[in-house]
């Protein structure tokens, strides 16, 4: 069983301030050079709704920790250096060198899978730890390199998507997909589980990350529709829709076709609770019609003291909540942070290195941050968020199920 959390957090602190202090006099009379957190994240570009959060926590995380460590007469300080790589492999690789050359001892993202797998060669040859907070591709889950995740892999997702289609008897899906790293694991780690389950999948549509134009993609959807209809009844089959941002003009070109609007839509973390989907009124009045619940990480019961003072700390500064993606970055600044101050030399052994050694003690903003022996988080419950109207007829994301797996059996709960 774990041991008290906020206990557990304290003597791991401890000891890291004992390292960052050091042996006394040498830190009276040196300043000492701060301690450098580089963070990839999407500021521009898509999925910026994230990079943009990220940001703000990553701010606090650093305030945080600086100010923990001049109230325990540590003269050391952590600096933060953010570069947009707008969801980006190849800007993402040059950021990357970019804070590799400031000497960086970590780096928290980047957000995406396709952007870490671009530089999980460069970081595992330098030894600079990659702690992202958004990328899920089972593909990149691999022992004893730098690639660390503070969010589950992609198989977590799509056993509670697989359960919200058990649920409400869904027997065919139509998959939808962007062609990167992160969705292409989602379509295929959902089409692993479905099958397995007894449901049937079609060909569905993928499409390239430079897509603008939409309207072959869902002239496609309506085609194989069509051909899945002839055979089951509307009720019991689904598009499946994994992408980012991009599904804002995707969702343009659908509401112009009267089949893809009298069926169900099910999504992925990369656009739950998108500001650019609620934000633009077509896109957002179509995805309310097609249901379109979204699942994410959901937050642990157990952290919410936690969770919530960091939460309200963001809407006083921004209007906004954060969600779990954004707060695994502030807990792996905190971890990166930790890990730091007493590992700058430490060897990997065969199993586990020191980094997830930290991270498997840590109680942090999203709970308890174990990870796996590929470095990825160990466990995940999951929120479904969908657009629905308020009592004003306002659209806003509203959570409509759960699916835990962490506080016992696994269960699936809705409020609709």
Known sequence: MKQNPNAVSRRLIAAALFAFIGAGSAYAVTVPEPIRIGALLSLTGNWSSLGLMSQTLLGMAKHDVNHYLAAHGSLKRVDLLVRDTRLDPDRALEKFQQLIDQNVVAVVGPQS?????????????????????GSTASSLAFVNDMVY?????DSHESAAMLALLKARQVEVVIPVWRNDAGNNGLQQSLKKQFVAAGGSMLPGVRYDVDTADFTGVVADLQTQLASALQNHDVATVAIYLAGFDEVVSLFHAADTIAALKNIKWYGSDGVALSAALLNDATAAQFAAAVDYPNPIP?????????WQALSN????KTGQRPDAFALAAYDAFWIAALNASYNKNAERNADQDILSQTADLYFGATGWTELNRAGDRQHGDYDFWALRANAGGVLQWVEVCRYEVTSGPEALSCSE
């Open 113 to 133: 899978s396709s952007e870490v797998a671009r530089l999980k060669p460069l970081a595992d040859a330098k030894k600079r730890p990659l702690l992202s907070q």
């Open 149 to 153: 995740r503070l969010v589950p892999d």
């Open 298 to 306: 959901g937050l642990s019961l157990t952290a919410k003291e936690k």
């Open 313 to 316: 700390r963001v809407f006083a």
